[in-house]
């Protein structure tokens, strides 16, 4: 029994599973972009929710970051993120997206 290994994913991106959103470049110059740009987008208040949940779950802080990138690259940020609304997103985020549904009884 040989399974020869033809995944076609297989070779392009060897360490596709260890790092799924980086690239090759600069890492601490596109940290300094995020940052620049979270500044911008981020009222002082956010900002400092946000770091203290990095220091927590980086994970989440990371989602929440892309997320955020995401908004403000596509034009749909009207202005500063507040405290409240950082709340919400940070909330919306830990919801578990399951693919299936939920029997509700």
Do not use: C, T
Request: proline share 8%.
């Amino acid at each position: 029994m040989s399974h020869p290994h033809d995944h076609p994913h297989d070779h392009d991106h060897p360490h596709d599973h260890e790092h799924p959103h980086e690239h090759p470049h600069d890492e601490s110059e596109v940290a300094a972009q995020k940052e620049q740009i979270l500044k911008q987008i981020l009222a002082p208040e956010a900002r400092m929710r946000l770091n203290n949940v990095k220091m927590v779950k980086p994970d989440l802080a990371n989602l929440v970051e892309n997320y955020l990138i995401g908004m403000a690259s596509q034009g749909k940020l009207g202005g500063q993120i507040s405290d409240e609304q950082l709340k919400q997103i940070l909330l919306s985020i830990q919801q578990p997206k399951r693919e299936f549904k939920f029997e509700r009884r």
